[in-house]
Nanobody, 127 residues
Framework: QVQLVESGRGLVQAGGSLRLSCAVS????????MGWFRQAPGKEREFVAA????????YYSDSVKGRFTISRDNDKNTVYLQMNNLKPEDTAAYYC????????????????????WGQGTQVTVSS
């Protein structure tokens, strides 16, 4: 089973920055599409960002575009989410996800389209 281990949880003030990391083991990281999702209490889990297998093509939700950056280091089997200009509404549990297999699809935005998930890490943004 592929394992995703997240780190980088934190408490930051509005306007601050934080970087999340997700280390992947037990599979072929370079062949996975990677994504980040988040879920606030009482709300649906929502797509945040995704990055392609090897080319590094990225896709973002409109709520974070221009503020967040997803990246990957295939040598370290790690995907990152750099979060800048954080807002209180960014407060949520953030989840790393992986989609295995090869296809013509570059990225995925749906929860059911990912095969493996991390445990989640809490990000809290204060006013």
């Amino acid at each position: 089973q592929v394992q995703l281990v997240e780190s980088g949880r934190g408490l930051v003030q509005a306007g601050g920055s934080l970087r999340l990391s997700c280390a992947v083991s037990g599979g072929s990281f370079s062949s996975y599409v990677m994504g980040w999702f988040r879920q606030a209490p009482g709300k649906e889990r929502e797509f945040v960002a995704a990055i392609s297998r090897s080319t590094g093509s990225t896709y973002y939700s409109d709520s974070v575009k221009g503020r967040f950056t997803i990246s990957r280091d295939n040598d370290k089997n790690t995907v990152y989410l750099q979060m800048n200009n954080l807002k209180p509404e960014d407060t949520a549990a953030y989840y790393c996800a992986a989609r295995s297999g090869s296809s013509s699809i570059v990225y995925y935005t749906g929860i059911n389209e990912y095969d493996y998930w991390g445990q989640g890490t809490q990000v809290t943004v204060s006013s």
